[in-house]
């Protein structure tokens, strides 16, 4: 069965540093990967996704994630984090390309940012 | 951008009754629109597909007479929860793609 591991619940780091947070996905085919972002008490905003192509995706607020099939990772990076980046992140898997389909979430990070 | 429309934004309702949810695609045609429940420090786990025009799809071990769907237009989608109990207590989220998502409802059932 398809499914999104995260396994940090938590992150702490100083605004400024790098951040790094953790997707392992399972899935036979061709996955297609999504991290979301959600402030307390909000919806979902799309960061960023891969379906395929250049392994290494840009997204929006200066976030990017690398797709390694070897290692089934798709781990979102940021190299100065800033206090507003503070939220929840999610990763997903859609089981199928586009923009159609449902998804399925990883538990979430819940990033902290210290000023 | 096209935008999904969630209201309302958050309602408390007495055990026993119901409670509508409805989510409107602003500037796009939603033949399908997902919707989510998240409990507190959860991820979010699909709930049911509505299809326009036809039955929603329901995800295992989630009650169809509980969580009623109607999706009668190409542009609004209703979650309905009847005879709501404390344990439905949630936050709900729909989705009409893998890019818009809704506010969110959070619902508190006393």
């Known amino acids: 069965a398809q499914s999104v591991t995260q396994p940090d619940i938590h992150i702490t780091v100083s605004e400024g540093a790098s951040l790094e947070l953790r997707c392992n996905y399972s899935y036979g085919a061709t996955p297609y990967l999504f991290w979301y972002v959600q402030s307390p008490g909000q919806g979902l905003q799309l960061l960023l996704k891969y379906f395929s192509g250049d392994t290494l995706v840009q997204g929006i607020k200066g976030f990017e994630a690398e797709f390694k099939r070897s290692q089934s990772s798709f781990n979102l990076r940021k190299p100065s984090v800033h206090w507003s980046d503070a939220a929840e992140y999610f990763c997903?898997?859609?089981?199928?390309?586009?923009?159609?389909?449902?998804?399925?979430f990883g538990k979430g990070t819940k990033l902290s940012v210290k000023p | 951008g096209a935008v999904v429309s969630q209201h309302p934004s958050r309602v408390i309702c007495k055990s026993g009754t119901s409670v509508k949810i409805e989510c409107r695609s602003l500037d796009f045609q939603a033949t399908t629109m997902f919707w989510y429940r998240q409990f507190p420090k959860q991820s979010l786990m699909l709930m049911a597909t509505s299809n326009e025009g036809s039955k929603a799809t329901y995800e295992q071990g989630v009650e169809k007479d509980k969580f009623l769907i109607n999706h009668a237009s190409l542009t609004l989608s209703t979650l309905t929860v009847t005879s709501a109990h404390p344990e439905d207590s949630s936050f709900y989220i729909c989705?009409?793609?893998?890019?818009?998502f809704g506010s969110g409802t959070r619902l508190t059932v006393v």
């Open positions: 997903a898997v859609g089981l199928y390309g586009g923009s159609q389909g449902n998804l399925i």
């Open positions: 989705s009409g793609d893998r890019v818009h």
